[in-house]
Each structure stands twice: as C-alpha cells, then as structure tokens.
Antibody
Framework: QVTLKESGPVLVKPTETLTLTCDVS??????????VSWIRQPPGKALEWLAH???????SYSTSLKSRLTVSKDTSKSLVVLTLTNMDPLDTATYYC??????????????WGQGTMVTVSS | QSVLTQPASVSGAPGQRVTISCTGT?????????VHWYQQLPGTAPKLLIYINTNRPSGVPDRFSASKSGTSASLAITGLQAEDEADYYC??????????FGGGTKVTVL
C-alpha cells in the first residue's frame, strides 16, 4: 500500500524557516518513475503547487516561490524534505506531499498525504 | 488568482448530469499538456479522479468522465449522487515549467 505522511511544526513565527518532512512507504524514492511533490492549500482556497523532486534528484520549483523553497530527499530513510524560508502569515496553509506517478513533471499526483496544517503567527 | 479558470460552483439534483469547465491558455492546456482532475471531499486530501485527460484510476466510478479540446477541458458527472458533493480541481502544466491548478469548483447536490 502506497502512503505518504507529512510532519512538521503546527505554528511558526513570521521570518522563520519552515521545514516539513514527507515519509513515504510502498514505493521507492530511487525509482526512475516516481517523484514527490509538495502542494499547499490556504484555508478555503485553491491548491497551489510548490515543488517537485524527480528521479535523478532533479528538482523544480514554483516560479513565484523559487527563491524561498528547497526540496531534497533521503532515499535511505524514504523521506522528502521541504524548506520554505522567511515565513509570512500568507503562507498559512495545509501542506500536502503527493506522489508524481511517472516521474515527469506533467504526470498526475496519484497518491496524496493527509496534509499538515501550518499557521504563521507571532 | 488561479491560472486555470473553473466555475466557483455548480449544482444539480440527484440523478442529474453536471459539467465543470476548466479553461486555460495557449501556454498550458492549449500547448498540449495533459489535464488531470482531483476530487476533494470536505476536510480531506485531494484524490485523483481523472488522469491524462480522460482516464479513470481503478475504483473511480464510470459516472465520472472528462474531455479536453483546444485550450479547455471539462469534467462530467452523470447520475449525480449525494456522495459526489465535493470540490473538484483541474490541473495541468505550463510552458514556464510550473504545475498549474484551477481555482476549484464546489459541487452541491440539491
């Protein structure tokens, strides 16, 4: 069974750096046909793609947030890590990780984690 | 402001057919990039509903169908059921190498 589970702080202060972890199981991060993406959803609003980490460690970022985002993976621990610097209240959202089935950026997100809600407030 | 445009809401009585449009541009859907659709039930994570324009993953009822033409795509739900009440999102890709989503459509079963 394929699962992804996000973890990280519930509350962060403005200007701090957010670090989120996505634990994956049921598939390998070394596969050349699987990637992992991060997507967020502010309360009551639409989905917003943040970043991919693709086979071969290729990464890709939302143009609007590229300067603040880093995505990496630890294949030995089956983890994908997202960092978002200089947090702002507008970054308050539920953050999801999702599997990119096919390994290419145009593929679909076929399995999603449950999401983790992050609030930015002083 | 989402890159792909969807109606904010659609509604229908049980058993009826509803459609959700997803309008893009020559830079995304019109450039030939595939469209995927997701269903988000209240309080839950999105779930893949349709992939590569018209394909249903295993377990998705055939009441759900989708199409793509030009710079737009659409999702149809036939035989609407109470359990279909959810938010629906289209997703594609653009020539700026970004994944793009629609703003989401809330389906209400009357």
């Amino acid at each position: 069974q394929v699962t992804l589970k996000e973890s990280g702080p519930v509350l962060v202060k403005p200007t701090e750096t957010l670090t989120l972890t996505c634990d994956v199981s049921g598939f390998s991060l070394t596969s050349d046909r699987m990637g992992v993406s991060w997507i967020r959803q502010p309360p009551g609003k639409a989905l917003e793609w943040l970043a991919h980490i693709l086979p071969g460690d290729e990464d890709s970022y939302s143009t609007s947030l590229k300067s603040r985002l880093t995505v990496s993976k630890d294949t030995s621990k089956s983890l994908v890590v997202l960092t978002l610097t200089n947090m702002d209240p507008l970054d308050t959202a539920t953050y999801y990780c999702a599997r990119l089935n096919g390994g290419a950026p145009i593929d679909a997100f076929d399995v999603w984690g449950q999401g983790t809600m992050v609030t930015v407030s002083s | 402001q989402s890159v792909l445009t969807q109606p904010a809401s659609v509604s229908g009585a049980p058993g009826q057919r509803v459609t959700i449009s997803c309008t893009g541009t020559k830079s995304n859907i019109g450039a030939g990039f595939d469209v995927h659709w997701y269903q988000q039930l209240p309080g839950t994570a999105p779930k893949l509903l349709i992939y590569i324009n018209t394909n249903r993953p295993s377990g998705v009822p055939d009441r759900f169908s989708a199409s793509k033409s030009g710079t737009s795509a659409s999702l149809a739900i036939t035989g609407l059921q109470a359990e279909d009440e959810a938010d629906y999102y289209c997703q594609s890709y653009d020539s700026s190498l970004n994944v793009v989503f629609g703003g989401g459509t809330k389906v209400t079963v009357l």
